[in-house]
C-alpha cells in the first residue's frame, strides 16, 4: 500500500512539474485532464508555420480520438492525432487552438493555448574604423565592440502598436542572460569581444508589460580579420581614395608614395597611438615614417628591378587585431 501511494505521488509530481514549455501563450484545460500542450516555436512569427504538440502521462493518446480546432472552427478528427499543424495569424492576431481528446474509458478532455504573433528585427553596428565616405558595412574584428539593436513590432491587447520604450527586453549573449542589459526600454545591447576568441550569438525576447505578446530573435555576429588598404598619395591630386593599390605598379617617376588605411581596426583614426605600423622593403624593415601609414618609393639610379613593400600592422591593446598587405613596384628608370 505504501508503494502504491508512493508511485501515484510521484505521478502527480511529473504532472505538476512538467508544465508545457510556453512563452506567453495561454494553456487552459479542466483539473484532473492531465493533458499537455505544448507549441513550436514558442514565440511564433506572423504568418508563421507553428505545430502543437499532445501529451499525457496519464491517457492513452494513441488511442484516443482527437479533435483538433482553431478559433471555435473544428479542423481535424482522427485517432491517435498528438500533433497538429497551423499557420499563424497577422502580427498581433490572436489564435486558440483547442484539442478534444475522446478518451477509451474516460470520456472526454479538453485543453486550449493562445497565442499571439509577434515579431522583432534585429540590427547591430561594429564600432571599428572606417574611413570617410565610406558606403560599405563596419565589420567586427576580433576584441572588436559591436552595438545591436532591437527594432519590434509588437501589437498589444488593444490593437495598437506598443512603443519601443514600453517594451521589457531581456538580452542573451551566448546562452547567458545580461541581466544589466535587459529591462524596461533597453533596445540596444554593446559588448566587446573576449578571449578566447569566437563568433558570438545574441537574443533578444522583445515582450509587453503584462506579458499577453512577445518575440524572439537572434543573431550570429562573426568575427573578421582587419585589412590593409593602399592608395596612391599623388602630388598634384591628393589621395585617390576611388582606386586602391592592387598587385604590381609600374613607376616611371622618381617617387611613389602610398597612404595604408587601416579598415576594421578598433581605434578612432590612422594616426591612432594604438596602432603600429612596421614597414618593410623586400623584407628589410624601414623604420621611421613620418607619417606612419604613408610610404614613399624613391628612385635615385638609373635602371630597372622591382621591390616588394609590405606592411604589417597591429593594434597594441587588442593584440587579435593585426593583418599584413603588399604591394609590388617595377621600376623602369631612364
Known amino acids: 500500500?505504501?508503494?502504491?501511494?508512493?508511485?501515484?505521488?510521484?505521478?502527480?509530481?511529473?504532472?505538476?512539474?512538467a508544465s508545457p514549455l510556453i512563452s506567453f501563450g495561454q494553456t487552459t484545460e479542466t483539473p484532473g485532464n492531465f493533458l499537455e500542450m505544448s507549441i513550436s516555436p514558442e514565440n511564433p512569427q506572423p504568418r508563421q508555420d507553428v505545430q502543437i504538440n499532445?501529451?499525457?502521462?496519464?491517457?492513452?493518446l494513441d488511442?484516443?480520438?482527437i479533435t483538433w480546432s482553431v478559433n471555435g472552427q473544428n479542423k481535424k478528427t482522427e485517432?491517435?492525432?498528438?500533433?497538429?499543424?497551423?499557420?499563424?495569424?497577422?502580427?498581433?492576431?490572436?489564435?486558440?487552438i483547442k484539442a478534444s481528446v475522446i478518451t477509451p474509458n474516460d470520456?472526454?478532455?479538453?485543453?486550449?493555448?493562445?497565442?499571439?504573433?509577434?515579431?522583432?528585427?534585429?540590427i547591430y553596428e561594429s564600432l571599428s574604423y572606417t574611413p570617410p565616405f565610406y558606403k560599405g558595412k563596419s565589420l567586427n574584428p576580433k576584441q572588436g565592440t559591436v552595438r545591436v539593436t532591437a527594432i519590434p513590432n509588437l501589437i498589444g491587447t488593444n490593437g495598437l502598436r506598443l512603443s519601443i520604450k514600453n517594451i521589457i527586453y531581456t538580452w542573451k549573449k551566448d546562452g547567458s542572460t545580461q541581466g544589466s542589459a535587459s529591462g524596461l526600454g533597453k533596445n540596444?545591447?554593446?559588448?566587446?569581444?573576449?578571449?578566447?576568441?569566437?563568433?558570438?550569438?545574441?537574443?533578444?525576447?522583445?515582450s509587453s508589460p503584462d506579458n499577453t505578446v512577445s518575440a524572439v530573435n537572434s543573431i550570429n555576429i562573426i568575427n573578421t580579420t582587419p585589412k590593409i588598404v593602399f592608395y596612391e598619395n599623388s602630388p598634384i591630386y591628393g589621395v585617390l581614395y576611388g582606386r586602391a593599390v592592387l598587385g604590381t605598379v609600374k613607376m616611371f617617376t622618381d617617387e611613389f608614395s602610398v597612404v595604408a588605411t587601416p579598415y576594421f581596426f578598433s581605434n578612432i583614426s590612422t594616426s591612432s597611438t594604438d596602432l603600429k605600423y612596421t614597414w618593410s622593403v623586400n623584407d628589410q624593415t624601414?623604420?621611421?615614417?613620418?607619417?606612419?601609414?604613408?610610404?614613399?618609393?624613391?628612385?635615385?639610379?638609373?635602371?630597372?628591378?622591382?621591390?616588394?613593400?609590405?606592411?604589417?600592422?597591429?593594434?597594441?591593446?587588442?593584440?587579435f587585431?593585426?593583418?599584413t598587405s603588399n604591394y609590388n613596384i617595377n621600376f623602369m628608370k631612364k
Open 1 to 17: 500500500m505504501i508503494k502504491k501511494i508512493y508511485g501515484y505521488l510521484l505521478i502527480m509530481t511529473l504532472l505538476v512539474t
Open 54 to 60: 499532445l501529451q499525457s502521462f496519464f491517457y492513452d
Open 63 to 65: 488511442r484516443s480520438t
Open 79 to 96: 485517432v491517435g492525432a498528438k500533433v497538429f499543424d497551423v499557420i499563424a495569424g497577422k502580427n498581433g492576431t490572436k489564435t486558440t
Open 107 to 122: 470520456g472526454t478532455k479538453d485543453i486550449s493555448i493562445s497565442f499571439v504573433p509577434a515579431e522583432v528585427d534585429l
Open 188 to 206: 540596444t545591447f554593446t559588448f566587446t569581444g573576449e578571449v578566447p576568441i569566437r563568433d558570438a550569438r545574441i537574443e533578444v525576447t522583445a
Open 286 to 319: 624601414v623604420p621611421n615614417q613620418d607619417p606612419e601609414n604613408s610610404f614613399t618609393t624613391k628612385l635615385l639610379k638609373t635602371g630597372s628591378g622591382k621591390a616588394n613593400i609590405e606592411l604589417g600592422l597591429e593594434n597594441n591593446i587588442n593584440i
Open 321 to 323: 587585431q593585426k593583418t
